[in-house]
């Protein structure tokens, strides 16, 4: 059985997730921001943390990589090639125009892209799903009946489209394609604001 935990991070108030299984040591993190808090659960959980999956670059949601990288040097990240690009450049992450430029100091990527599966426990796995528009290295990650969007589909928000690498003609197909695709009691976990079951968005269409 699949557990969520979700912080809220302190820099634009984004989320990160810990994903973790019954009967299984191990751990996943998506968009980790803020690494205390994280790094805390994991030792208070005794979980072990394999892997990091990125919906997206943008600083918000990468910045607490390096710190869960020196604490678990092993761990491997999935990320598309857009955002791979993202991690080392501080102007296509978006933070060079703060005041705490970063780059991402792990150098174990691993580009993966739709329709590609990556295994996090026993015979579950994290579904790639491409979801363009809010930025051009999107990508949703489903587990089971869970759907993480970053920043593609956040319930009472419209996608942001007005960034240089943004798509509002990609987004809004992005997330009709997430209406039409997956089950309406598929739960979004978004990369802000609360998680909610599709069919209430469907339904505020």
């Avoid at 990288?69 to 690009?85: G, L, T």
């Avoid at 705490?100 to 580009?111: A, E, Y």
Wanted: with cysteine.
């Amino acid at each position: 059985m699949l557990k969520v935990i979700r912080f809220v991070n302190s820099i634009f108030t984004s989320n990160s997730f810990i994903v973790v299984f019954e009967g299984d040591n191990s751990a996943w993190v998506i968009d980790p921001g803020d690494s205390i808090p994280i790094l805390l659960w994991l030792k208070n959980s005794n979980k072990k943390l394999i892997g990091i999956l990125i919906t997206h670059a943008h600083f918000d949601h990468i910045y607490g990589i390096n710190d869960l990288c020196d604490n678990f040097p092993e761990i491997k990240i999935y990320a598309s090639k857009q955002a791979r690009e993202g991690m080392f450049s501080a102007k296509l992450n978006s933070s060079f125009y703060t005041e705490t430029p970063f780059v991402v100091k792990c150098n174990n990527i691993k580009i993966v892209d739709e329709p590609d599966q990556i295994l996090l426990s026993h015979n579950i796995y994290a579904n790639v799903i491409s979801t363009p528009g809010h930025n051009n290295d999107c990508l949703s990650f489903e587990i089971e009946n869970n759907l993480f969007t970053g920043d593609a589909l956040i319930p009472g928000i419209k996608v942001h489209t007005k960034s240089k690498y943004s798509n509002k003609s990609l987004a809004f197909n992005s997330i009709q394609r997430i209406f039409k695709q997956f089950n309406e009691n598929t739960i979004i976990w978004p990369g802000h604001e609360n998680e909610c079951e599709l069919k209430y968005l469907i339904a505020e269409k």
